[in-house]
């Protein structure tokens, strides 16, 4: 592989009813996703045709991904994860049930370590058993993240996490997150300040730095509603800095509206659909799809990289 930086292609699965307003937050309609399907009577599955949509680009395109997966989608949709997974693809871990393990406010524990790590290890066996692959790396749902957070992950035995995003416009973190810029780095125990010396790599999210202002430009619902050249310029400057990531999710192109009854999230859904596709295929375009990689392909053994080796000395 060569050593040009890398751009790893990542997916978060998961479904309407996995959002902060429905699930998984303090102020959420259900209090959990468990909860949502015992009182819910209508039609849940709005993933499984973006999903096959998303399945067909990245074979259309030619390029592998990191799914980081919701671990109840197994139980909820059936032969979903392991189709991803038999199509070539790289799973992570996107949680048990989506829910927030910070307090969004106040940035504390929303869960004692213990039953964190019970939630944790469920979710990563059912990923396993679905997939057959060893489920190496993590994303919090929402982004929520603390370095409590990464010691856990890597005591059962994950090698990565991939949520920590820096910019000027908000941070969903424990931490300042002074010295993380947009490249893999070693975070510090109990911390995701970089500088540690650990067998735990963290792939934070790319932005677009003018003139000190860091605009965030990771995707997600960014490709619904940002400019698509700021993202592109985002992408383009974070990957002169080094590898990094790009993220999004099949609700993002998503050809149906699915029951979200109040005006503020329906207008934060309104790019859904062909104009958050276009800018996800643009995006892999402009990179050009033999920098386009799965995580797996960034970490071997636990140790952070196999290529891009000068992120590693910053
Ligand atoms: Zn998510």
Not at 188 to 210: N, V
Request: net charge negative; hydrophobic share 35%; aromatic share 10%.
């Amino acid at each position: 592989m060569s050593n040009r930086p890398k751009l790893a292609l990542t997916i978060d699965l998961e479904d309407w009813y996995h959002l902060p307003p429905i699930t998984g937050a303090p102020d959420s309609t259900f209090e959990s996703v468990e909860q949502f399907f015992e009182e819910w009577n209508g039609r849940y599955d709005y993933l499984t045709a973006p999903t096959e949509r998303t399945l067909n680009i990245l074979d259309d395109i030619g390029v592998r991904a990191t799914f980081f997966v919701v671990a109840d989608i197994v139980d909820h949709y059936p032969g979903l994860v392991s189709e991803i997974a038999k199509r070539g693809h790289d799973i992570a871990c996107h949680g048990l049930h989506h829910a927030c393990a910070i307090d969004p406010d106040t940035k504390r524990p929303g869960f004692e370590p213990d039953e964190y790590q019970d939630r944790l290890r469920t979710a990563r066996k059912k990923l396993e058993q679905a997939s057959g692959q060893e489920i190496a790396g993590f994303r919090a749902p929402n982004a929520y993240v603390g370095g409590w957070m990464l010691d856990v992950l890597e005591e059962l035995g994950f090698v990565y996490d991939s949520s920590v995003a820096r910019n000027s416009l908000y941070n969903k973190t424990d931490s300042s997150l002074e010295g993380v810029s947009t490249n893999p780095y070693v975070p510090c125990k109990g911390e995701l300040r970089p500088g540690g010396s650990r067998r735990f790599t963290e792939l934070p999210w790319p932005y677009y730095d003018i003139g000190g202002i860091k605009l965030p430009a990771g995707g997600g619902p960014l490709t619904r509603l940002a400019p698509e050249r700021l993202l592109q310029a985002g992408v383009r400057q974070s990957l002169q800095r080094g590898t990094t990531i790009f993220y999004f999710h099949p609700l993002d192109i998503c050809r149906e509206s699915f029951p979200v009854d109040d005006s503020i999230q329906r207008l934060f859904w309104k790019g859904r659909g062909k104009r958050a596709e276009n800018c996800v295929r643009n995006i892999i375009n402009t990179v050009g799809v033999d920098r386009v990689v799965g995580c797996d392909e960034l970490i071997t053994n636990g140790t952070p990289l196999t290529v891009g080796g000068r992120e590693l000395k910053q």
